[in-house]
T-cell receptor
Framework: GENVEQHPSTLSVQEGDSAVIKCTYS??????FPWYKQELGKGPQLIID?????GEKKDQRIAVTLNKTAKHFSLHITETQPEDSAVYFC????????????FGKGTKLSVKP | DAGVTQSPTHLIKTRGQQVTLRCSPK?????VSWYQQALGQGPQFIFQ???????QRGNFPDRFSGHQFPNYSSELNVNALLLGDSALYLC???????????FGEGSRLTVL
């Protein structure tokens, strides 16, 4: 089955710096890659996603890049702010079903003012 | 706005008991998926319902069962609770034609 690895597990940056979180996956047939942000005591919130026919997608300070050949994708957050502090999860749709997501173990991002 | 309401938000049960968790999607969301999130881990897929039928199932025992109603709302039932079932149970909704999955705030289950 699909396996998703996420690095780093924790990341601390200064406000205004950039943050990068990377994920690798194993199933070359996977074609949908969302990223979620989870704040303490809340459910995961979809922040950006990318499909396999696109190499990069950007939404304001957040961008995602996908390398299908190497089977990895990354989340980039620029000009980080304290409110970006949360746990971030990458995910991969298993078997092409976007209701069945395989999640990474998460990255705890801390943005220091 | 997550587009989905879950209840209850918190509950405590003892080993061997049974629990029912509920999920109510807002209009337009006809597909419901359930996930289990243990502390410090990513969510794990339990199963997905569409048109009142279980369409896919993850690696969870038969103690975990579900139901979807004609108004698209759903229930997750867990029988013979174990200590290891303590987790945040998340309901996720998404239109079958869009693909994006939106999560509720979850039901935190503690098994003593």
């Amino acid at each position: 089955g699909e396996n998703v690895e996420q690095h780093p597990s924790t990341l601390s940056v200064q406000e205004g710096d950039s943050a990068v979180i990377k994920c690798t996956y194993s199933d070359s047939a996977s074609n949908y890659f969302p990223w979620y942000k989870q704040e303490l005591g809340k459910g995961p919130q979809l922040i950006i996603d990318i499909r396999s026919n696109v190499g990069e997608k950007k939404d304001q300070r957040i961008a995602v890049t996908l390398n299908k050949t190497a089977k990895h994708f990354s989340l980039h957050i620029t000009e980080t702010q304290p409110e970006d502090s949360a746990v971030y999860f990458c995910a991969v749709a298993y078997g092409g079903s976007q209701g069945n997501l395989i999640f990474g173990k998460g990255t705890k991002l801390s943005v220091k003012p | 706005d997550a587009g989905v309401t879950q209840s209850p938000t918190h509950l405590i049960k003892t080993r061997g008991q049974q629990v029912t968790l509920r999920c109510s999607p807002k209009s337009g969301h006809d597909t419901v998926s359930w996930y289990q999130q243990a502390l410090g881990q990513g969510p794990q897929f339990i199963f997905q319902y569409y048109e009142e039928e279980e369409r896919q199932r993850g690696n969870f025992p038969d103690r975990f069962s579900g139901h979807q109603f004609p108004n698209y709302s759903s229930e997750l039932n867990v029988n013979a609770l174990l200590l290891g079932d303590s987790a945040l149970y998340l309901c996720a909704v998404g239109g079958s034609n869009t693909g994006e999955l939106f999560f509720g705030e979850g039901s935190r289950l503690t098994v003593l």
